[in-house]
């Protein structure tokens, strides 16, 4: 290019380093803007006191308010099927059942209640849904934890022992005199897939449920990531799960009495009881988490494990296949082989895997 | 542009031929040299990352900027940037079922104590990062913390099993 010193040419020079000056600010603008745009998402919350728990489900796509508004539903309708907390529900009609006069149950509860009375055969009782009872003595279901009498916990004992339901067809079934049934600790899992199945017919790209700490999650083609709670500071986690093929809903449910526990004279007691003795369950991990796709059998298996303890609970999940992390005193995160590089301990946790 | 000028100064020996030619055809001042092209690329490139920066820099601080949120019952009762709270300051929530006592600071916000049989709250202790909450279900108090308002970006963790 030739140069020379001509005031027009240097205008010109100018005007054009202007021009080019202002382009390129636009052009930045533009591009800025454009990538901001994408990240807009029909993203929707909803919260609610249910099931005993607080719930919440976080919705995202072009249907989610028409989906959280069915989900708050759904969710109202099964815990007055599957509650025996509430007066007049199919559960506790069925507690007050007898040979003589059974009960017609709605599909939902027969199709759960068989469901826990096969885990309650299959996990050799440590599962057990006749610890109503039990649970009623130490005060865990009243809101007045406590220390009971010896007979109140041979009366209560001997009430879970004693009972049994007997299912008969088309959806009837009658309890054993004495029998208290709950499904406490199998309805919430069961919930969150109910939920999650009738939610899937909308047009959503993901879904989250959090049913008081049981998760269930879906998208339609991102990998998730789910933590596990710190058993030991139960505001910060002890480890994080990436779950890819989330486009078959997944279960993360975790078990353990680092939150539902009382203390007296120096002894922690934890809400999670043992059918065998009439006393919490005591056990060497703090809590166990399953990963699945059946999140009525998830939370039955987290139970399970963590009543178990260690030793056993990993013999028993590694027999059945299970997926699961189990957290002990120690700091060790003790987890499933299959879950090789989907899991990463925080910081104080060690990972050990187990086959 | 003193840099221009500079370079027409070093440049004389080119300039005999420009007169003539320069008359003729006027659209050779508009040639870049391949300094100009840098010059202009520089220039884009300056400005997207300024401006980017800027904007890159807003939205972290205002995604870093976590907010503390206190409902009794579903209703909000507080949403506030956690930086706001210099001094400590006592949230006393009555409700149906008794009273919840939070407490909140630039750092952190804790429930301290609350009239429920499982304390269940209480033993959540002390909330610093978004995404952790602490809910007290007789007295229906959630007390969380989340991400300002316009931070669409994703949350890091999906869900919390507990």
């Known amino acids: 290019m030739e140069h020379k010193r001509d005031p027009n040419r240097r205008k010109q020079c100018v005007s054009q380093m202007a021009g080019l000056f202002a382009f390129s600010i636009l052009f930045s603008f533009l591009m800025l803007n454009l990538s901001a745009c994408k990240k807009k998402t029909d993203k929707k919350t909803l919260q609610l006191f249910a099931l005993d728990t607080y719930v919440t489900i976080t919705v995202e796509g072009k249907d989610a308010q028409e989906a959280l508004d069915e989900a708050a539903r759904l969710i109202t309708d099964l815990e007055k099927e599957l509650s025996s907390r509430k007066e007049n529900t199919p559960i506790s009609r069925l507690n007050a059942s007898s040979e003589n006069a059974p009960v017609t149950l709605p599909a939902n509860a027969y199709g759960l209640l068989e469901k826990a009375w096969q885990y309650k055969n299959e996990t050799e009782g440590v599962f057990d849904p006749r610890v109503a009872p039990l649970m009623d003595v130490w005060g865990f279901s009243t809101g007045d934890p406590h220390v009971p009498s010896r007979e109140e916990i041979d009366a209560a004992l001997s009430r879970v022992e004693e009972g049994g339901i007997c299912f008969l067809d088309s959806c009837q079934a009658y309890v054993l005199p004495g029998t208290k049934i709950d499904l406490g600790g199998a309805a919430k899992g069961y919930i969150g897939d109910e939920v999650m199945r009738e939610l899937k017919k909308f047009s959503l790209s993901r879904i989250i449920l959090d049913l008081g700490g049981n998760i269930t999650v879906w998208a339609e083609k991102d990998d998730l990531t789910v933590g596990i709670v710190d058993p030991k500071s139960p505001s910060v986690l002890c480890a994080v799960l990436h779950l890819s093929d989330c486009e078959i809903p997944q279960s993360v449910i975790t078990s353990g009495a680092y939150e539902r526990y009382f203390e007296e004279d120096g002894i922690r007691y934890g809400h999670i009881m043992d059918p065998k003795t009439g006393y919490p369950v005591i056990t060497d991990i703090l809590s166990a988490t399953v990963i699945g796709r059946d999140g009525a059998k998830g939370d039955i298996l987290s139970t399970t494990l963590y009543a178990m303890g260690k030793e056993k609970a990993m013999d028993w999940a590694s027999q059945k296949g299970i997926d699961c992390v189990l957290c002990d005193e120690n700091g060790t995160l003790w987890v499933s082989s299959t879950l090789k590089g989907k899991i990463d301990a925080e910081k104080g946790w060690t990972i050990e895997y187990f086959d | ?162």
């Open chain 2, 1 to 162: 542009m003193p840099k221009k000028d500079g370079q027409s100064n070093t440049s004389t020996n080119n300039e005999k031929k420009s007169p003539s030619l320069g008359k003729a055809l006027p659209p050779r001042n508009f040639r870049f040299s391949s300094g100009d092209l840098f010059l202009i690329i520089g220039i884009v490139l300056f400005c997207s990352f300024l401006i980017g920066g800027i904007f890159i820099y807003g939205n972290v601080q205002e995604k870093r900027t976590p907010y503390v949120r206190i409902l009794s019952d579903g209703q909000v009762l507080l949403y506030s940037p956690l930086k706001e709270f210099q001094n400590e300051t006592e949230y006393s929530i009555e409700t149906d079922h008794g009273k919840v006592v939070v407490l909140i600071s630039s750092e952190r916000a804790v429930i301290v104590s609350s009239d429920c049989p499982d304390q269940i709250c209480v033993k959540q202790g002390e909330l610093t990062h978004v995404g952790q909450g602490a809910v007290c279900l007789p007295n229906k108090v959630v007390v969380e913390i989340v991400p300002g308002p316009g931070s669409d970006e994703e949350q890091e963790i999906d869900g919390v099993a507990r």
